[in-house]
């Protein structure tokens, strides 16, 4: 088959579109042919090389997929079916898995990430309860733009965030996959959202996809707005995924009984926070990953009834998915970039 690999850490220069192995299936495990794949930041962190973490060598990235059903080693699958995949890789069997929270599980990683190769490919194999079926009326990029920032944006808000109707929300980022998944499902639970982005262009997209105020961060004070927006209260909950750039602003801007809910430090990892604000405004910080099967199979009817739509940013070919890192990394995104295959 077809694949995007690297051999080694570095640029995008190192993604080779080259011939690889189809993967083999164990029991259990489906064969899907690829249609669609789209990039997440966390392919450029693990091309780039993490620090503790080794990436068997050459690596497929790729953990947002959707396709066709190629081949089945699992019983009462029609081959041909169109999926979207879970993108979170679990073991099944452990009490965390059985348990539900099987993005707790200790060998719980992303598709396409280390040990699970991903979908920059013309197949990808996964387990079977892996698979999730979509309707015809949603075409394969949709598809594959949904999985991961729906299902974290939806973990972070709902599960973690415990999201009432009615609350203000701060999100940060509105460009992003992760930030316009925020807005989105926000808005679906009756909150009054406020979004942030860098440039004039993504802040009038930004309120065009219903964020009741859009600050530019590079032009305003993020925590002064927030305050001036809500009658000097703050907001309820903040979306959190830039890190240390946006930290002490994002703290700031909360409302007592405030809840901070990161899933990400693009900008940076460390960070402060002043102990007397934590107590004194009886603040929450709550760290998300990913999310569970079943937070994905609870969002995904509202994707496929319309009233939860990826946007999407524009799709290159497999081939170029080098040049589609680039546009990753520098930011010139607004919504999600796919790789059609
Ligand atoms: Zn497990």
Redesign the pocket.
């Known amino acids: 088959m077809k694949a995007v690999r690297f051999h080694e850490h570095g640029g995008p220069e190192v993604l080779q579109y080259e011939d690889a192995p189809q993967p083999e299936l164990n029991p259990g495990e489906v064969l899907v042919r690829v249609r669609a794949c789209a990039l997440n930041f966390l392919d450029v962190w693990e091309r780039r090389g993490l620090e503790h973490v080794t990436i068997p060598m050459p690596h497929i990235s790729g953990s947002d997929v959707a396709g066709e059903i190629a081949a089945s080693a699992a019983p009462g699958l029609a081959v041909g079916g169109r999926v979207m995949l879970q993108p979170g890789m ?5 009490a ?2 059985l348990s539900g929270r ?1 993005n707790e ?4 990683e992303a598709l396409g990430y280390r040990n699970h190769p991903g979908g920059y490919a013309e197949y990808v194999k996964v387990p079977v309860q892996n698979l999730i079926s979509i309707p015809d009326s949603i075409d394969f990029v949709r598809a594959a733009a949904f999985p991961l920032t729906f299902l974290t944006a939806w973990r972070m808000l709902i599960t973690r965030a415990r999201l009432k109707r009615g609350e203000d929300v701060l999100v940060l980022a509105a460009g992003s996959g992760v930030g316009q998944a925020a807005i989105q499902i926000a808005l679906l639970h009756g909150a009054r959202v406020f979004a942030t982005a860098g440039s004039d262009e993504k802040v009038e997209r930004a309120r065009a996809s219903g964020a009741s105020d859009v600050i530019h961060h590079h032009k305003q004070d993020v925590a002064a707005e927030i305050m001036r927006l809500t009658d000097r209260r703050g907001v309820d909950v903040v979306v959190e995924h830039v890190g240390d750039a946006t930290w002490a602003k994002s703290v700031r801007s909360l409302a007592r009984g405030g809840r901070l809910v990161t899933c990400g430090a693009t900008s940076g990892p460390q960070v402060g926070i002043d102990l007397r604000a934590l107590f004194a405004k009886q603040l929450s910080v709550l760290g998300s990953y990913v999310g569970t099967k079943g937070e994905l199979l609870r969002a995904a009817p509202f994707f496929f009834a319309g009233q939860l739509q990826p946007v999407i940013d524009r799709t290159f070919p497999l081939a170029q998915a080098a040049e589609a890192q680039r546009r990753l990394e520098a930011s010139e995104h607004f919504g999600k970039i796919v790789l059609e295959v």
């Open positions: 679990s073991c099944g069997r452990c965390a898995c099987d599980c200790p060998q719980f």
